[in-house]
């Protein structure tokens, strides 16, 4: 199994509080994701990294916000909490580039509620 | 508007029988495509992939197929089992391009069921 370690696996938070989900790898992978799944959507990504200190967005990224500072770890931040984003998050990790094909490998997920 | 589309949310097959899930996609960049497993309560797992070069991928009971032309794949699992009763997801990327274009996007999801 791919090292992928999210934490908290599972939190509750009240609307508009800050959260921070965690993500750390083991495996030196350079691409890093963060998606949600919800019933109806499949998987959709939030952020993306390419490298330490380098992110962008994905198709969901209204209300979140990413940092990596170091190659290991990716933090995904809800700003203010809504009950829109309840959801399962899952970190995934990839070794693809430009050019390359290369399958992600996924965490295990953390359940947000936000109540 | 979805770029990957699975159509069937649910697909019921008995045990020793084929499994045929299947998946669209609009987007012409796509050159390589990938087949997820996912189990309640844990990450989806990669399970096949092809790329765009070619038509087939056979890993053991599973095996997907690439119709270019239709903008369509398919995995087929023989002999399905009960264990393999799971949501599968399809997903593309446009590996080839890198940067933005090489994430995967996802299909929503076929839950299987094989019944013994």
């Known amino acids: 199994d791919a090292g992928i370690t999210q934490s908290p696996r599972h939190k509750v938070t009240e609307t508009g509080t800050p959260v921070t989900l965690r993500c750390h790898q083991t495996?030196?992978?350079?691409?890093m994701y963060w998606y949600r799944q919800d019933p109806g959507h499949g998987l959709r990504l939030i952020h993306y990294s390419y490298g330490v200190k380098d992110t962008d967005k994905g198709e969901v990224s209204d209300g979140y916000s990413v940092s990596r500072s170091k190659t290991e770890d990716f933090l995904l931040t809800l700003e203010s909490a809504t009950s829109s984003q309840t959801s399962v998050y899952f970190c995934?990790?990839?070794?693809?580039?430009?050019?390359?094909?290369?399958?992600?490998?996924f965490g295990q997920g953390t359940r947000l509620t936000v109540v | 508007d979805q770029q990957v589309k699975q159509n069937s949310p649910s697909l019921s097959v008995q045990e020793g029988r084929i499994s045929i899930l299947n998946c669209d996609y609009t987007n012409s960049m796509f050159d390589y495509f990938l087949w997820y497993k996912k189990y309640p309560a844990e990450g989806p797992t990669f399970l096949i992939s092809i790329s765009s070069i070619k038509d087939k991928n056979e890993d053991g009971r599973f095996t997907v197929f690439l119709n270019k032309s239709a903008k369509h794949l398919s995995l087929h699992i023989v002999p399905s089992q009960p264990g393999d009763s799971a949501v599968y997801f399809c997903a593309a990327s446009a590996g080839n391009y890198g940067g933005s274009q090489g994430n995967l996007i996802f299909g929503k999801g076929t839950k299987l069921s094989v019944k013994p």
């Open positions: 995934a990790i990839s070794e693809s580039g430009r050019g390359g094909y290369a399958e992600a490998f």
């Open positions: 495996e030196n992978h350079r691409y």
